[in-house]
């Protein structure tokens, strides 16, 4: 093919045709990549924070009410209390309730610390501890409130639970009458 003398002329002086992007458009876009990535990253440690320390209080929160209810409702179920085998007013406490099991006959629930989880004895037979491992329990004071025709209990706990770096700390207490102080 011939290029005549004004095709050359046109050929050779229209500007060169390039596809992609500039020096400037690429600095922009990177910064533009950057910034997005950093508020991201910001934001799931923020949201995986949170979730931790959400965790954290919900594990707590379940733990202690599962002690407290299990300590309310033998408490409620008992007739007395133990003296000579109870701790009373000082830390670790440690509560024996004398009451009757299912068929009737007298037998004992305690209630102490070992290794930092609150345990049950029933009869004598170690049950298990109460709250989940995540969980310890740093305070247990057990106070007992006598008036001329029933007998009350109080329970001071301090429960603890931690899940990587994330750990929480919280005081609980409940106050309970024995139904069988006042029969």
Same mark, same amino acid.
């Given at each position: 093919?011939?290029? *005549? ?10 500007p060169i045709?390039? !596809?992609g ?6 600095v ?7 910034v997005? *990535? ?7 440690? /923020? #949201? /995986?924070?949170?979730? /931790?320390k959400?965790?954290?209080? $919900?594990?707590?929160? !379940?733990?202690?009410? %599962?002690?407290?209810? =299990?300590?309310?409702?033998n408490?409620?179920?008992a ?7 109870? /701790? ?7 509560l ?10 007298t ?6 610390? !070992?290794?930092?989880?609150? =345990? ?5 037979v170690d ?15 057990? =106070? ?6 029933s007998?009350a209990?109080k329970?001071?706990?301090? #429960? *603890?639970?931690? $899940?990587?770096? %994330?750990?929480?700390? $919280? ?7 024995? $139904?069988?102080?006042y029969?």
């Amino acid at each position: 093919m011939k290029l *005549s003398k004004d095709n050359k002329k046109h050929f050779f002086l229209s500007p060169i045709k390039t !596809s992609g992007f500039t020096l400037v458009e690429m600095v922009i876009y990177v910064g533009i990549l950057g910034v997005t *990535s950093v508020l991201a990253i910001n934001a799931m440690l /923020t #949201m /995986t924070s949170a979730y /931790t320390k959400l965790r954290v209080s $919900r594990d707590l929160n !379940s733990s202690a009410t %599962a002690v407290l209810e =299990r300590v309310t409702r033998n408490i409620h179920e008992a007739y007395e209390i133990d003296i000579a085998n109870s /701790t009373l007013g000082t830390d670790p406490g440690r509560l024996t309730l004398r009451t009757q099991d299912f068929a009737g006959a007298t037998t004992t629930i305690e209630f102490f610390v !070992s290794n930092n989880m609150l =345990r049950v004895k029933e009869g004598g037979v170690d049950i298990g501890a109460l709250q989940a491992s995540s969980t310890s329990v740093s305070n247990f004071v057990v =106070r007992s409130i006598s008036a001329t025709n029933s007998t009350a209990i109080k329970v001071d706990l301090t #429960m *603890s639970a931690t $899940r990587g770096h %994330a750990n929480t700390t $919280r005081n609980f207490f409940t106050t309970t009458v024995m $139904r069988g102080s006042y029969y």
